[in-house]
């Protein structure tokens, strides 16, 4: 069974960089795309991004800008930064496996944006 | 991008009710990639329906997913109290991919 399990710091301040990490286990990082969503408090899923076990990304054309999803195949990792973050980059963020649609997620962080 | 609007906001029913939830999408969705999960609070997002009509593994037969096009329905039969939760459609036919502003199923 594959997991996915997001870490990073829970608060950030206004202007500086989201980091967060989510860690595949139970199967390999390889052959798959892998995707960051989130979902701000009171709000839908929003789609941020995708990478490939190759490193192939895509994103959100809103925050295309201030977004670079990465991947670390050796330690079945992959990776989000967003720079420049406001109160509105507050959200909970899930991590999810690409499978066509999104198949395996993880439970979600939640980031708070707050000086 | 491709915009998916979902109607109703909310759908407030009681347990054994028929939910029909709907997903249009601002242009025809590429070889049919359009998903529909259920959120519940505190909880990841399940993947309920894959291309169309194609139900996740464990997904009862209650669930239906159809349409073409640009017009697409999640109906869910004889509603159970695991079913009262958000309902979101995603296409991921084309970068960069999608989800629609979800439907909430209340309990009426």
């Known amino acids: 069974q594959v997991h996915l399990q997001e870490s990073g710091p829970g608060l950030v301040k206004p202007s500086e960089t989201l980091s967060l990490t989510c860690t595949v286990s139970g199967g390999s990082i390889n052959n798959f795309y892998w995707s960051w969503v989130r979902q701000p408090p009171g709000k839908g899923l929003e789609y941020v991004g995708y990478v490939s076990y190759k490193g192939r990304t895509d994103y959100s054309l809103s925050l295309k800008s201030r977004t670079t999803i990465s991947v670390d195949a050796s330690k079945n990792q992959f990776f989000l930064i967003m720079t420049s973050v406001t109160a509105a980059d507050t959200a909970v963020y899930y991590c999810?496996?690409?499978?066509?649609?999104?198949?395996?997620w993880g439970q979600g962080i939640l980031v708070t944006v707050s000086s | 991008e491709i915009v998916l609007t979902q109607s109703p906001g909310t759908l407030s029913l009681s347990p054994g009710d028929s939910a029909t939830l709907s997903c249009k999408a601002s242009?025809?969705?590429?070889?049919?990639?359009l998903a529909w999960y259920q959120h519940k609070p505190g909880q990841a997002p399940r993947l309920l329906i894959h291309?169309?009509?194609s139900r996740a593994a464990g997904i009862p037969d209650r669930v239906r997913g159809s349409g073409s096009g640009t017009d697409f329905t999640l109906t869910i039969s004889r509603l159970e109290p695991e079913d009262f939760a958000v309902y979101y459609c995603q296409q991921y036919g084309t970068s960069p991919y999608t989800f629609g502003g979800g439907t909430k199923i209340e309990i009426k």
């Open positions: 242009e025809t969705i590429n070889s049919y990639y």
């Open positions: 291309s169309v009509s």
């Open positions: 999810a496996r690409v499978n066509s649609p999104f198949d395996y």
